[in-house]
């Protein structure tokens, strides 16, 4: 039995020493394995099954245990009888998404590359890394992430980048929460909660993304957690973990990236990025104040689409008139936020508060704008209110 | 789940495999009564052998063979309640003994508390290291609690999931191998005597006579085999457990013991152990199994040092 469970207690990692999570206790009882500590480990899982009853992966553990002292394991899981086998094999791989995101946590100097740069008014970010099955949760640390809390998830049963309704996968991309569900206003299966997010975004539907009602939320009052492949494209948490995450979301505000698999980088190339990114921006800023049209123009990828739906040349005419129409133009721009893009390259999601006076008018927009690189230069794809 | 009556399909399972003599350590105290209830309840006649077994218990309310025995009587009687009642008393008025606690988990496996008999098992295990039936029902109620928490961790409806257990109920108090003894030699290469030259030979030699002292109930010859710092079950006193033996030897009118097959393996030249079957027959009991002797030469002899059931 110990070569079995040691396969998954062999990736090691050592358990936070603070407020233990089922997860963290889980854990606890296969390093008690590993270090043949067969009665400790089944001693620790039935104190787990005491207070999460409804941990059903804790139980599995529990039979292998019991079992090996009746006779010998031929794998994890070691049930006997004739079962679906799915649902065995998704208690197994929950079993080693949860081991192998606790053991391969990332270091302190890594930071996923998408972040680029979070405005003083969001908090936090949230980052799921789809092949490990988590959620990172970065703090707003002077604009750059620091990881303050990860969580098991629960995703699409077919996987990842949603294209259509009811092909039960999750979206890839760059969204926000933009909502917040109490559970008293939702039915058992969401659990705790729900945060709906912004699927799909103006990139999607550009991309003719369809499908909707993504959200984040909880599971049944008799589950404790769902294998790491059984939604239908939602973001799936085990209750608690889905209380402690609502404490780090603001509607309308935290960011929610869905990768793949997350691209880790280190502070100085997302620096470097990050200042690439503000040269750009500042100069379509000056460039557009200075009432320098083709420069400003210059700007925009030939390709670039507004919210409109007009062509580039419709769209540079129109701007052409209404610049050459002002004897005078301010910009100033706050609270900018700079996420790259998931799985798309060179490509950029900018946000921010647009302050615009000039002779004829003056507002105040929230404004979103994607930025690819082409040939070298960063460019306008996309431009949009926020 | 388990009828009061399936544990006795697998009943002997066990038994033998314990150096088991069936002790009736206090025969003196066990009235006809007490072997009338036996032969009663062999026979399947219940109500008969609870009368008995009820006299018997009225003249001697706290002989453990008769609360042992009654306790059986209404396991198979359907008894639960009065059974787990009995059972648990004795393994509180005399904790050492395995075969209550062991019962007591027969009759929690049937009525589904597993828990309960998983706990009663391992406490007849810590209580008898060696206790080849406890370990049996053990291996099973772990793989009934196993099963169950299979069941929970698929979301499988446990109440009509598969095999049912069945468990051995220990049917007399054994108590330590209380024995008899008559030695068969080993068969060996009748060679003009190699006069004491051969180490093995001696060690056999020592075996034979404790052996031939046990068959013929001479308790001091028998002791005599055992060394000064002899091993004795669970740590008793050398006193405490002298006694016993000395009873238990005496208890039975013959003993017969032999040693079958014996391997000796020397460990230099003043320690060995002899690995045999020892077949046990006496008037209340015929068992056999696998015995190792652990021994050291002192003062020119060789002598018992420690004594295992099995390997």
Request: charged share 30%; with cysteine.
């Amino acid at each position: 039995m110990r070569r079995v469970l040691l396969s998954l207690a062999a990736l090691g990692f050592a358990v936070a020493a603070a407020a233990a999570t089922p997860e963290d206790r889980l854990s606890a009882v296969f390093e008690a394995i590993e270090a043949n500590r067969v009665d400790e480990a089944l001693k620790r899982v039935d104190a787990l099954l005491r207070d999460y009853p409804n941990f059903r992966l804790a139980y599995l553990v529990r039979g292998d245990l019991l079992l090996a002292r009746s006779r010998p394991l031929l794998t994890f899981g070691n049930v006997v009888k004739t079962v679906p086998q799915d649902r065995i094999e998704g208690l197994r791989e929950e079993a080693l998404a949860r081991l192998r995101a606790m053991r391969s946590r990332p270091s302190e100097d890594r930071l996923p590359r998408y972040v680029l740069q979070l405005h003083p008014g969001q908090k936090h970010v949230l980052v799921v890394d789809s092949r490990r099955s988590r959620l990172y949760v970065f703090g707003n640390d002077q604009g750059r992430p620091r990881l303050v809390a990860d969580f098991y998830v629960t995703l699409g049963k077919n996987g990842v980048e949603k294209t259509r309704e009811g092909d039960q996968k999750t979206p890839i991309g760059v969204y926000h929460v933009t909502g917040n569900l109490p559970r008293s206003k939702l039915t058992d299966f969401y659990g705790a909660g729900a945060f709906p997010i912004n699927y799909p975004n103006e990139w999607d539907r550009r991309r003719g993304r369809k499908g909707h009602g993504i959200w984040l939320h909880g599971v049944p009052a008799e589950l404790y957690s769902r294998p790491p492949r059984a939604s239908d494209g939602c973001l799936v948490f085990a209750n608690p973990d889905l209380e402690s995450i609502g404490r780090y979301v603001q509607v309308g505000t935290t960011p929610v990236i869905i990768a793949d698999a997350i691209e880790w980088s280190d502070a100085a190339s997302v620096d470097a990025e990050r200042r690439s990114l503000n040269a750009a921006l500042e100069q379509w800023r000056a460039d557009w104040q200075g009432r320098d049209t083709e420069r400003y123009l210059g700007h925009y990828s030939q390709r670039f689409g507004a919210g409109g739906g007009q062509d580039y040349a419709a769209w540079a005419a129109h701007k052409r008139a209404v610049n050459a129409a002002k004897s005078w133009i301010k910009i100033e721009l706050s609270r900018v936020a700079m996420f790259r893009y998931p799985r798309e390259g060179d490509f950029v999601v900018v946000s921010f508060e647009q302050d615009y006076r000039s002779s004829t008018l003056s507002n105040t927009v929230r404004k979103r704008q994607y930025w690819i690189k082409e040939e070298g230069r960063w460019k306008i794809l996309y431009e949009g209110a926020g | 789940m388990h009828k009061p009556a399936a544990p006795y399909a697998r009943l002997r399972r066990g038994l033998t495999a314990l150096c088991a003599a069936a002790l009736c350590s206090a025969l003196a105290a066990r009235g006809d009564d007490l072997q009338d209830a036996s032969k009663f309840l062999k026979a399947g006649q219940h109500a008969q052998a609870l009368e008995r077994v009820n006299k018997a218990l009225k003249a001697k309310p706290r002989d453990p063979q008769a609360r042992f025995l009654k306790g059986i009587i209404v396991t198979e009687q359907g008894n639960s309640k009065e059974a787990i009642e009995i059972f648990t008393r004795l393994t509180q008025d005399y904790p050492e003994l395995p075969e209550p606690y062991n019962n007591l988990a027969v009759i929690y496996a049937s009525q589904g508390q597993y828990e309960k008999a998983r706990a009663a098992l391992e406490q007849s295990i810590r209580t008898h290291p060696s206790y080849a039936t406890a370990y049996e029902n053990l291996g099973d109620v772990y793989a009934k609690l196993a099963s169950q928490a299979y069941d929970k961790a698929l979301q499988l409806d446990s109440s009509n999931s598969g095999a049912k257990n069945k468990l051995s109920l220990v049917r007399e108090l054994v108590r330590e191998p209380t024995v008899v003894a008559v030695v068969k030699e080993p068969s060996k290469p009748k060679e003009p005597a190699k006069p004491a030259a051969d180490p093995n030979a001696e060690v056999l030699k020592a075996v034979n006579g404790w052996a031939e002292a046990w068959s013929k109930k001479d308790a001091n010859a028998y002791l005599s085999y055992y060394a000064g710092d002899f091993k004795t079950p669970g740590g008793e006193a050398r006193p405490a457990w002298e006694k016993t033996r000395r009873e238990r030897i005496a208890a039975p009118k013959s003993i017969e013991v032999k040693v079958d097959s014996p391997k000796v393996t020397l460990r230099g030249s003043n320690e060995a152990s002899v690995t045999f079957r020892q077949d046990y027959r006496s008037d209340k009991l015929t068992s056999s199994n696998t015995k190792t002797l652990e021994l050291v030469k002192a003062d020119g002899r060789w002598q018992i040092r420690e004594e295992k059931a099995g390997r």
